[in-house]
């Protein structure tokens, strides 16, 4: 069988799709033999020429416009053209984005519907238009894969799409993520970052959905027993500016007289990663939505307690190893990050839930699932 995978992100992988794609194209590589794989790449001018592919991996890479010009022609022309071009069996596109038309079967990865379910992303005419577009695709794809039981009863309820046509493959976290530490290391990653030597985590993004403000009132709390001992660290990129997506976190925190108690770490190398979730007494993540959510997958890998919310696919993700909170109730929130500090015995118990419940999930798991998935419809071209 021959693959051709849209490699869209493939260089971007601190994305959520670049780190699926390459994941996914690795395991693939790795564990099957009679697989044929073709990367498909845009490369606009004034980006990246090396991709990091491995040997055995076949590299078409088309030349396109930047911008959302050039992705839209991309995912709609240049990559159904080269998939008939070099005589794919079926394609995958691992993002919402596949093309309208292509002459082979298209499996589509469609991890979340949040552009499409939150508002302040729906705000634009470009966003709705898009919308339009990767809504109607992904109807008309042969097969749409999700990462998530949550995010597969929204594409059957607000796609449209028949159950039967939608399949759940859980993602997982890297073998990286491990409780072993490797002591100089680790402190030489904390001394980079200047984090403190006792914190409560944030990693992830900032958008409205992420629910960081919440987070940051149930701070308030945390705040007034143990703030001095164990700031909250935000890691991840800081937003440039406030607006409808990213709101005003430097005011809020002002307001809320949390300057003392809060950090901004800020973008996190992918291999430092796992050392600031080991140097971490928790990790808060209590997003609206998610598709997956990887973050507290990782910090359960790397035996760190996880404060969460029972929103869209979390619950999923972290099992009876975590807490799965109401994502507005801040009381709520911050009296289980006190818990998971002040009580020993909560925090090893959770520990050892959160390592048993993160090896149920393997991108092993995931590559082998996907490709019973390119079984179905491979030949039918």
């Known amino acids: 069988m021959h693959v051709a995978i849209n490699a869209y992100f493939w260089n971007r992988p601190n994305s959520g799709s670049g780190q699926y794609t390459r994941q996914l194209v690795y395991h693939l590589n790795r564990l099957v033999s009679d697989l044929d794989i073709t990367l498909v790449v845009p490369q606009v001018a004034e980006g990246p020429t090396e991709f990091d592919v491995p040997p055995s991996v076949n590299l078409q890479i088309v030349p396109t416009r930047s911008g959302h010009v050039g992705k839209v022609y991309f995912e709609q022309v240049a990559f159904p053209r080269v998939c008939k071009i070099i005589g794919a069996d079926i394609s995958h596109v691992p993002y919402w984005g596949s093309p309208l038309r292509s002459s082979i079967p298209v499996v589509v990865t469609v991890h979340d519907l949040t552009t499409m379910l939150v508002r302040e992303y729906r705000r ?5 238009l898009y919308n339009a577009l990767v809504s109607t695709t992904a109807r008309g794809a042969d097969h749409v894969i999700t990462d998530s039981q949550a995010s597969k009863r929204d594409i059957i309820t607000h796609l449209m799409i028949d159950e039967s046509d939608v399949t759940t493959i859980y993602l997982a976290a890297d073998k990286s993520y491990n409780p072993q ?3 100089l290391m680790d402190m030489a990653v904390h001394k980079k970052y200047n984090l403190p030597d006792s914190y409560v985590l944030y990693l992830g993004g900032y958008e409205i959905h992420k629910n960081v403000m919440t987070l940051l009132g149930a701070y308030t709390y945390v705040a007034r027993a143990l703030g001095e001992d164990y700031p909250l660290v935000l890691a991840g990129k800081r937003p440039e500016k406030a607006s409808s997506r990213f709101p005003d976190y430097e005011f809020y925190i002002k307001d809320l007289s949390l300057e003392s108690f809060v950090r901004w770490a800020g973008y996190i190398e992918e291999e430092d990663k796992p050392a600031v979730y080991r140097g971490a007494s928790a990790f808060a993540f209590v997003s609206r939505h998610e598709g997956f959510g990887l973050p507290p997958l990782e910090a359960l890998a790397c035996g760190i307690p996880v404060i969460s919310s029972k929103s869209s696919s979390l619950i999923e993700v972290i099992g009876d190893a975590g807490f799965a909170l109401n994502p507005d109730d801040e009381r709520q929130i911050g009296g289980a990050i006190i818990s998971t500090i002040v009580q020993e015995d909560l925090a090893a118990d959770m520990k050892e839930k959160g ?14 699932e996907t490709l019973l998935v390119y079984d179905r419809f491979s030949g039918k071209a």
């Not at 634009?124 to 709705?128: D, F, G, L, Q, V």
């Not at 419940?357 to 991108?363: C, E, H, L, T, V």
């Open 124 to 128: 634009s005419i470009k966003a709705r």
């Open 181 to 183: 530490s490797d002591f």
């Open 355 to 368: 390592l048993k419940q993160a090896a149920k999930f393997s991108w092993e798991k995931t590559a082998t």
